[in-house]
């Protein structure tokens, strides 16, 4: 589990992994840095990250946040030199360990093809009623809600 004295390397992965989205997502929700710090400051207060690190220096970030009857994925980046090596999994598989709640959900821009077929591969599956799931559980503009997409995976407890 990420400490608050973390925030800086938290904050680092983020905008350096979210530098694949420019081009890929909307040009005018794509901005530098991706995620400023004091509003990673703010998802901090509401979400647990957990990191997984190589030779002791964090190298992917996710973010756990169970809300209501749902559990979230938010905020998950691995530094560009460490992906696909298996970080992403690793952290994924530990978070599906945590969940309480009968759901796990997970929204991504629908242009970041890469992340649905990570998740894909993790037995999630695109979900219909996305605009529903977004404007119940997640706090993030409408236009963000019109360019994203939700994957769910029911994980039986």
């Not at 992994?17 to 901005?31: E, L, M, Q, S, V």
């Not at 710090?37 to 970030?61: A, C, H, P, S, Y």
């Not at 938010?74 to 992403?88: C, E, M, N, S, T």
Request: include cysteine; proline fraction near 5%; aromatic fraction near 10%.
């Amino acid at each position: 589990m990420c400490q608050p004295g973390d925030i800086d390397r938290i904050h680092f992965i983020i905008n350096e992994a979210a530098k694949a989205y420019k081009g890929a997502i909307p040009t005018d929700c794509y901005h530098q840095p991706y995620m400023p710090k004091d509003e990673l400051e703010q998802e901090m207060k509401q979400m647990t990250f957990f990191g997984q690190e190589v030779n002791r220096e964090l190298v992917g970030i996710m973010g756990f946040q169970p809300i209501k009857d749902v559990t979230l994925i938010r905020h998950a980046y691995v530094l560009p030199q460490w992906q696909k090596q298996g970080i992403g999994s690793r952290l994924l598989n530990h978070l599906e360990g945590l969940v309480t709640t009968s759901r796990l959900l997970v929204g991504t821009w629908a242009d970041a093809h890469w992340a649905i077929a990570f998740y894909q591969k993790h037995g999630f599956g695109l979900v219909p009623d996305k605009d529903e799931l977004l404007e119940t559980y997640w706090d993030i503009p409408q236009r963000q809600i019109e360019t994203s997409v939700v994957l769910g995976i029911d994980v039986g407890r």
